[in-house]
């Protein structure tokens, strides 16, 4: 049974820094995109980081680019998204998310694209 399992969540104070890994379990990394999605509770889900699969590209949010970077481990099967500079607004629920498929153009961004989810992780970035 193909698994992600988030890890790394917690409170940090502004500008700090935070490393979220997502484990996957039950196929093999290399066949997947990986794209960390965030949400705060009443809105919708924010795509901010993509991975594409088979050493293809990483994508990211305007919101985060220059402070977020993804990257993966296919022999340890982990994927990981370094959050630098966070800001309380960076406050939320943070998701990996499979897509068995290359992401084109702006499909990463798209919640229909991905197969499978982890459970979530809280980020909450706060004096």
């Known amino acids: 049974q193909f698994q992600l399992v988030e890890s790394g969540g917690g409170l940090v104070q502004p500008g700090e820094s935070l490393r979220l890994t997502c484990t996957i379990s039950?196929?093999?990394?290399?066949?997947?995109?990986i794209t960390w999605f965030r949400q705060v509770p009443g809105t919708e889900r924010e795509a901010v980081a993509c991975d594409n699969i088979n050493g293809g590209s990483t994508t990211y949010a305007d919101s985060v680019k220059d402070r977020f970077t993804t990257s993966r481990d296919n022999a340890k099967q982990t994927v990981i998204l370094q959050m630098n500079n966070l800001q309380p607004e960076d406050t939320a629920d943070y998701y990996c998310?499979?897509?068995?498929?290359?992401?084109?153009?702006?499909?990463?961004?798209?919640?229909?694209?991905?197969?499978?989810w982890g459970q979530g992780a809280r980020v909450t970035v706060s004096a």
């Open positions: 998310a499979a897509a068995k498929r290359r992401l084109y153009g702006g499909a990463w961004m798209r919640i229909y694209m991905y197969d499978y």
């Open positions: 039950g196929d093999i990394l290399a066949d997947y995109a």
